[in-house]
C-alpha cells in the first residue's frame, strides 16, 4: 500500500474550492483515475492526494480509521463494494440535485450514499468458428444440455459474478437461479478460471465456445490482439427479459470527511461533461450519466438494452449468492 500525492500548481482559473485539498482512497488502478485528479486540479486548484490499495483493504483501512481517517472520497469498483461500505457506515447519504440528476436511480444508493459513475456490462462472448449468435439468447440458456463441455467461467470467488449471482437472485428467486448455476457448472469445459482474460483466452483458443465476462477485459485484449477469434454478445434483450447485467464503479463521500464540501464537488464534476466521458473511456467502460457518449471505441460493440434492477440488490444479496454458488459446486 502507498500513498501518492498530486501537488500540482494552480493554473489561471476561477477555482471553486481552490483553498481545499481532497484525500480519495481509490481502488481503481493509479492509470484509470489519477488523470482524472489532474484534470480537476487544473480546473478548480484543488490539491488531490490519492491512496490505491484492494478493495477489501481499503474499506478495513477506513473501517479501523473511524474519525481519524484523512479520506474524504472512496473510490471503488463493483456495486456489492460500495453497498459494503455503506452498510459499514463508511459513507455520507448527499442531498445532490447534481448528482440525483446525472446519474439514474438505478446506479446509485437509493439513500444517495454512492453514486455509480462509469457502467460495466458482464455479458456473452463466444467463439465464432464454434458457435453462432443465433444459438445464443440468454444467461439462463447456457445452462441447457445444448451447452454441455462449451462453457467457461471465471472463479466464483470474484465480486463480479457475486453480484451476477445476488441479481439473479432478485430477479428469478432462488429456486430458478440455483437452477441455472449448477446447469452453469454442469456444462463447463474446463475449472474456473481466476480472471476475465484467462476466460477471453480460453474462448479465444477453442478450448471452450462460450464464456461470461466484464466488456472491459474484451475491449483491452481485442485492442492488444485484433485478431483474437472472440465476439460479443448481449443476452437477455428480447420482450419480457431482463436485459444484459450491469455493475458500476463509483463513488461516494466518507462519513468522518474532513473536507464533506470539497467531496461533494469533485463527485459532482465526476458525474458531469468531460469528466464522465474521461472516467469511463479510461477503462473501456459506458458513463453512467445517459447525456454523455461512450467512447467511440465502446461504442463500435453495438448498442444493448441493460437491465434496469436497482445495483444496490448486487450487495443486499451478495451473502445469499455466495452460499448458493457453494451448494451448486461454482467453485
Known amino acids: 500500500m502507498r500513498l501518492i500525492a498530486t501537488l500540482l500548481a494552480v493554473?489561471?482559473?476561477?477555482?471553486?474550492?481552490?483553498?481545499?485539498?481532497?484525500?480519495?482512497?481509490?481502488?481503481?488502478?493509479?492509470?484509470?483515475i489519477k488523470p482524472l485528479f489532474d484534470a480537476y486540479t487544473q480546473e478548480?486548484?484543488?490539491?488531490?492526494?490519492?491512496?490505491?490499495?484492494?478493495?477489501?483493504?481499503?474499506?478495513?483501512?477506513?473501517?479501523?480509521?473511524?474519525?481519524?481517517?484523512?479520506?474524504?472520497?472512496?473510490?471503488?469498483?463493483?456495486?456489492?463494494?460500495?453497498?459494503?461500505?455503506?452498510?459499514?457506515?463508511?459513507?455520507?447519504?448527499?442531498?445532490s440535485k447534481s448528482l440525483t440528476g446525472n446519474i439514474p436511480a438505478h446506479l446509485r444508493d437509493p439513500q444517495?450514499?454512492?453514486?455509480?459513475?462509469?457502467?460495466?456490462?458482464?455479458?456473452?462472448?463466444?467463439?465464432?468458428?464454434?458457435?453462432?449468435?443465433?444459438q445464443?439468447?440468454?444467461?439462463?440458456?447456457?445452462?441447457?444440455?445444448?451447452?454441455?463441455?462449451?462453457?467457461?467461467?471465471?472463479?466464483?470467488?470474484?465480486?463480479?459474478?457475486?453480484?451476477?449471482?445476488?441479481?439473479?437472485?432478485a430477479e428469478l428467486g432462488a429456486e430458478k437461479t440455483e437452477a441455472i448455476v449448477r446447469g452453469w457448472v454442469a456444462n463447463l469445459a474446463a475449472d474456473p478460471f481466476a480472471s476475465d482474460d484467462e476466460v477471453i483466452q480460453a474462448v479465444a483458443a477453442g478450448r471452450c465456445a462460450v464464456g461470461i465476462v466484464n466488456t472491459y477485459y474484451f475491449g483491452r485484449l481485442k485492442r492488444a490482439q485484433p485478431e483474437l477469434s472472440v465476439e460479443l454478445y448481449w443476452p437477455n434483450q428480447a420482450a419480457g427479459e431482463s436485459g444484459v447485467?450491469?455493475?458500476v464503479s463509483g463513488a461516494g463521500v466518507t462519513t468522518h470527511a474532513k473536507n464533506p464540501k470539497t467531496a461533494q464537488h469533485f463527485l459532482e464534476w465526476l458525474s458531469a461533461g468531460k469528466a464522465q466521458a474521461m472516467f469511463a473511456s479510461l477503462n473501456l467502460e459506458f458513463p453512467a450519466n445517459a447525456a454523455v457518449a461512450a467512447d467511440p471505441e465502446v461504442a463500435a460493440w453495438g448498442a444493448f438494452r441493460q437491465d434496469v434492477i436497482n445495483v444496490n440488490e448486487a450487495g443486499r444479496l451478495q451473502v445469499e449468492a455466495v452460499k448458493l454458488m457453494d451448494r451448486a459446486g461454482w467453485k
Open 44 to 95: 478548480t486548484g484543488t490539491t488531490v492526494e490519492f491512496l490505491t490499495d484492494k478493495e477489501a483493504p481499503l474499506l478495513a483501512r477506513l473501517e479501523a480509521e473511524g474519525k481519524s481517517t484523512p479520506a474524504d472520497v472512496l473510490v471503488t469498483v463493483d456495486a456489492g463494494n460500495l453497498w459494503l461500505a455503506a452498510e459499514k457506515g463508511l459513507l455520507a447519504p448527499l442531498d
Open 245 to 247: 447485467h450491469i455493475n
Open 11 to 32: 493554473v489561471a482559473v476561477t477555482p471553486v474550492f481552490a483553498a481545499d485539498k481532497l484525500v480519495v482512497y481509490t481502488a481503481r488502478n493509479e492509470q484509470l
Open 112 to 134: 444517495n450514499r454512492w453514486f455509480g459513475l462509469s457502467v460495466r456490462a458482464r455479458t456473452v462472448i463466444y467463439n465464432p468458428a464454434q458457435m453462432k449468435p443465433e
Open 136 to 169: 445464443l439468447t440468454t444467461y439462463a440458456a447456457l445452462a441447457e444440455p445444448e451447452f454441455k463441455g462449451k462453457l467457461c467461467l471465471r472463479s466464483s470467488k470474484k465480486v463480479y459474478n457475486q453480484s451476477l449471482t445476488a441479481v439473479m437472485l
